[in-house]
Protein backbone atom coordinates (compact mmCIF):
# COMPACT_ATOMS: atom_id res chain seq x y z
CA UNK A 1 0.00 0.00 0.00
CA UNK A 2 0.98 3.49 -0.57
CA UNK A 3 1.10 4.16 3.62
CA UNK A 4 3.64 1.48 3.81
CA UNK A 5 5.82 2.24 0.94
CA UNK A 6 6.06 6.09 2.78
CA UNK A 7 6.82 4.74 6.04
CA UNK A 8 9.52 2.37 4.51
CA UNK A 9 11.16 5.02 2.87
CA UNK A 10 10.80 7.48 5.92
CA UNK A 11 12.64 4.62 7.78
CA UNK A 12 15.05 4.71 5.42
CA UNK A 13 15.80 8.43 5.17
CA UNK A 14 15.66 8.42 9.35
CA UNK A 15 18.27 5.27 8.51
CA UNK A 16 20.74 7.94 5.96
CA UNK A 17 20.43 10.42 8.50
CA UNK A 18 21.34 8.50 11.84
CA UNK A 19 24.08 7.15 9.35
CA UNK A 20 26.33 10.45 8.58
CA UNK A 21 25.45 11.64 12.55
CA UNK A 22 26.90 8.26 13.65
CA UNK A 23 29.89 7.47 11.42
CA UNK A 24 31.51 4.89 13.26
CA UNK A 25 27.97 2.87 14.18
CA UNK A 26 24.61 2.99 15.30
CA UNK A 27 23.47 2.27 18.61
CA UNK A 28 19.93 -0.04 18.27
CA UNK A 29 17.44 0.23 21.62
CA UNK A 30 14.07 -0.38 20.18
CA UNK A 31 11.49 -0.57 23.30
CA UNK A 32 8.71 -1.89 21.32
CA UNK A 33 8.47 -3.70 18.14
CA UNK A 34 7.49 -2.74 14.74
CA UNK A 35 7.14 -5.97 13.27
CA UNK A 36 6.26 -7.85 16.11
CA UNK A 37 9.38 -9.88 16.35
CA UNK A 38 12.60 -8.07 18.02
CA UNK A 39 15.13 -9.78 15.48
CA UNK A 40 13.31 -9.15 12.86
CA UNK A 41 12.98 -5.27 13.11
CA UNK A 42 16.71 -5.39 14.12
CA UNK A 43 17.35 -6.81 11.06
CA UNK A 44 15.96 -4.28 9.15
CA UNK A 45 17.82 -1.67 10.94
CA UNK A 46 21.06 -3.27 9.76
CA UNK A 47 19.76 -3.77 6.29
CA UNK A 48 19.25 0.12 6.31
CA UNK A 49 22.85 1.54 7.15
CA UNK A 50 26.45 0.90 6.08
CA UNK A 51 27.46 1.77 9.93
CA UNK A 52 27.96 -1.17 12.14
CA UNK A 53 24.99 -1.50 14.16
CA UNK A 54 25.36 -2.01 18.13
CA UNK A 55 22.46 -3.85 19.52
CA UNK A 56 22.05 -3.71 23.62
CA UNK A 57 21.15 -7.61 25.00
CA UNK A 58 18.61 -6.50 27.02
CA UNK A 59 14.93 -7.31 27.82
CA UNK A 60 13.63 -9.56 25.09
CA UNK A 61 17.11 -9.27 23.57
CA UNK A 62 18.42 -11.37 26.54
CA UNK A 63 17.00 -14.21 24.54
CA UNK A 64 19.02 -14.13 21.62
CA UNK A 65 22.87 -15.60 20.98
CA UNK A 66 25.75 -14.02 19.49
CA UNK A 67 25.47 -16.39 16.75
CA UNK A 68 21.63 -14.88 16.18
CA UNK A 69 22.61 -10.95 16.46
CA UNK A 70 25.65 -11.67 14.12
CA UNK A 71 23.85 -13.54 11.57
CA UNK A 72 21.18 -10.74 11.17
CA UNK A 73 24.51 -7.80 10.77
CA UNK A 74 24.57 -6.53 13.87
CA UNK A 75 28.35 -5.65 14.48
CA UNK A 76 28.95 -5.01 18.42
CA UNK A 77 26.60 -6.19 21.31
CA UNK A 78 26.46 -4.52 24.46
CA UNK A 79 25.62 -5.81 27.90
CA UNK A 80 24.54 -2.21 29.49
CA UNK A 81 23.62 -2.62 33.18
CA UNK A 82 22.70 -6.59 32.65
CA UNK A 83 26.24 -8.01 34.10
CA UNK A 84 25.61 -5.91 37.18
CA UNK A 85 21.96 -7.05 37.18
CA UNK A 86 22.78 -10.97 37.04
CA UNK A 87 24.98 -10.55 39.92
CA UNK A 88 22.45 -8.55 41.99
CA UNK A 89 19.93 -11.44 41.04
CA UNK A 90 22.18 -13.64 42.67
CA UNK A 91 23.00 -11.93 46.05
CA UNK A 92 19.23 -11.42 46.16
CA UNK A 93 18.72 -14.84 45.74
CA UNK A 94 21.71 -16.34 48.85
CA UNK A 95 20.23 -13.37 50.90
CA UNK A 96 16.71 -14.87 50.48
CA UNK A 97 17.74 -18.44 51.49
CA UNK A 98 19.70 -17.34 54.16
CA UNK A 99 16.66 -15.20 55.57
CA UNK A 100 14.08 -17.36 54.92
CA UNK A 101 15.90 -20.51 54.97
CA UNK A 102 18.39 -20.33 57.73
CA UNK A 103 20.79 -22.05 55.12
CA UNK A 104 24.16 -21.29 53.56
CA UNK A 105 24.55 -23.53 51.07
CA UNK A 106 24.17 -21.16 48.08
CA UNK A 107 27.45 -19.84 49.38
CA UNK A 108 28.94 -23.19 48.36
CA UNK A 109 29.07 -21.75 44.78
CA UNK A 110 31.23 -19.16 44.53
CA UNK A 111 34.88 -18.69 42.61
CA UNK A 112 37.60 -17.11 43.45
CA UNK A 113 39.14 -13.50 42.67
CA UNK A 114 41.49 -15.20 40.84
CA UNK A 115 39.16 -17.01 38.69
CA UNK A 116 37.57 -13.93 38.16
CA UNK A 117 40.57 -12.18 37.67
CA UNK A 118 41.53 -14.81 34.94
CA UNK A 119 38.58 -14.67 33.13
CA UNK A 120 38.88 -10.38 32.88
CA UNK A 121 42.23 -10.87 31.70
CA UNK A 122 41.47 -13.38 29.15
CA UNK A 123 38.77 -11.44 27.40
CA UNK A 124 38.73 -8.17 28.41
Known amino acids: SLGSALARAAQRRVMDVFSEI???????????????????????????????????????????????????????????????????RRVMDVFSEIMEDGSFAMLKKTVSGDEVDDLLRRYL
Do not use: H, W
Open 22 to 88: MEDGSFAMLKKTVSGDEVDDLARICAMTDTPVNALAAGPYASYSVDDFARIGVARISLGSALARAAQ
